[in-house]
């Protein structure tokens, strides 16, 4: 029996929509789906509207595939490793986060855990919803091997999503990261009303400490300019669509952070990530105040006015 092109580890709303992307494509694609409901609906309420093709399989098994596509949030993704059949086939990691018990990005987990295994990071400004919607988008495709690299953009590519190759893991990986907990500060700002100029200067600060992390870990800062830094953040601290932009709205408002995920179904990587970046941040001697800012803001230790204050009360000095 041939073995599928694709086969998708996670049925979130980002696994299902590169299954639908890569299905209608044309590749053998099988997307493995704890919720069985999945196996007979063939529609998910993560993207209402979207329809599986007629050959998107879905199974509760993880499929052994030519390409392995690991799309399960970031705090559970060591079991899913785990899990993998045994073989040779490269797994691209969508998983945008640090796994909080470890501090690793997602490449550096996979590299300890299947040191034999071939690893790539996708990542880059992509909703959901709009990829499934067959809209323009573009990603990073991140693998230290150029050979590797090429066959997946390959592999991978399709008319909707355009794919960009580097070489830069930990700068890719990092950025898709630690967007999400400048998101939240964005959120904040523009919750409490702080307005459009507070939120495009947290941004660009934003992303001065990732860049200074990202160097500090052995990436490269122009990586954190490109679509997996800059675009990513564009795109997540500007929209509700943005769980983790949404969140710290609420946050801004007023609502607290047990009350905001109590009405969440889905995950809100951001959330973890903080603490577990600003942890990063401190072991690499690498000055983060908004990670810091954000990680205290979500473990109550102050309030958004405090942490407001604490930003705009730093020591003076040129950009």
């Given amino acids: 029996m041939n073995k599928p092109d694709i086969g998708i580890l996670g049925a979130g709303a980002w696994g299902i929509a590169l299954a639908v992307l890569w299905a209608r494509a044309g590749k053998t694609t099988v997307l493995s789906a704890r919720n069985p409901a999945l196996l007979h609906a063939r529609v998910s309420p993560r993207l209402p509207g979207v329809m599986f093709p007629e050959n998107l399989a879905v199974s ?34 969508c998983c945008k986060g640090l796994e909080s018990s470890t501090l690793l990005l997602a490449p550096e987990l996979c590299a300890a855990m299947l040191p034999d295994r071939n690893i790539a990071v996708l990542t880059g400004p992509n909703f959901a919803r709009e990829v499934a919607a067959g809209l323009p988008a573009a990603a990073v495709l991140a693998a230290a091997d150029a050979g590797l690299r090429g066959e997946l953009i390959t592999a991978l590519h399709s008319h909707t999503l355009r794919l960009y190759g580097s070489a830069d893991v930990t700068g890719a990986a990092l950025g898709g990261a630690a967007k999400n907990v400048i998101a939240i500060a964005a959120g904040v700002v523009m919750g409490a009303g702080l307005g459009e100029n507070a939120r495009a200067a947290l941004i660009t600060r934003g992303l001065a400490e990732i860049a200074r992390l990202s160097l500090a870990l052995g990436g ?91 930003l705009m009360g730093r020591a003076l000095r040129d950009e």
């Fill in 60 to 93: 509760d098994t993880i499929p052994d595939a030519k390409i392995l596509v690991l799309c399960v949030p970031m705090q559970f993704a060591r079991p899913v490793l785990a899990a993998l059949p045994a073989g040779d086939a490269p797994v691209l990691l």
């Fill in 220 to 310: 490269k800062a122009e990586t954190v300019s490109g679509l997996s830094g800059l675009g990513d953040l564009l795109l997540t601290c500007t929209g509700m669509s943005s769980r983790n932009f949404s969140l710290g709205y609420d946050l801004g408002k007023g609502l607290t952070l047990p009350a905001i995920m109590a009405a969440r179904s889905g995950v809100t990587e951001g959330v973890a990530t903080a603490p577990a970046l600003a942890a990063r941040a401190e072991a690499a001697g690498v000055d983060m105040p908004i990670t810091a800012a954000v990680t205290a803001l979500l473990a109550g230790e102050c309030d958004v006015p405090e942490t407001m204050a604490a």
